[in-house]
């Protein structure tokens, strides 16, 4: 059992930089792979980045390679989502979740979700 919360979402404008953190408890935190996912209104969720039980490998969707920055903190049992250059289309509810493994599915593999943290970016 894991219980996950997400926080640091809020407004920005276009170029802003915001920090998302998951605190994660309930099991050895170190054993999962963790990820970030987003939904946008009308839009289905989908996934943003994944990290490896050590910190590697690291994984990012296409869109958001080279401004956003997933680590991790095993002693603090938390992960983070370093956003820069932030665009109105980054604007969504963002995901934290841990992986029972790591596979080449991004999303099918999930065991357990936090309730997210709203980030929006205004131009």
């Known amino acids: 059992q894991v219980q996950l919360a997400e926080s640091g979402g809020g407004l920005v404008q276009t170029g802003d930089s915001l920090k998302l953190s998951c605190a994660a408890s309930?099991?050895?935190?170190?054993?999962?792979?963790m990820g970030w996912f987003r939904q946008a209104p009308g839009k289905e969720r989908e996934f943003v980045a994944r990290i490896g039980r050590l910190g590697l490998p690291t994984q990012y969707t296409e869109s958001v390679k080279g401004r956003f920055t997933i680590s991790r903190d095993n002693a603090k049992n938390t992960m983070y989502l370093q956003m820069n250059s932030l665009k109105p289309e980054d604007t969504a509810v963002y995901y934290c979740?841990?992986?029972?493994?790591?596979?080449?599915?991004?999303?099918?593999?999930?065991?357990?979700w936090g309730k997210g943290t709203l980030v929006t970016v205004s131009s």
């Open positions: 309930g099991r050895t935190f170190s054993t999962y792979p």
């Open positions: 979740a841990v992986y029972r493994s790591w596979g080449p599915d991004t999303l099918s593999a999930v065991d357990y």
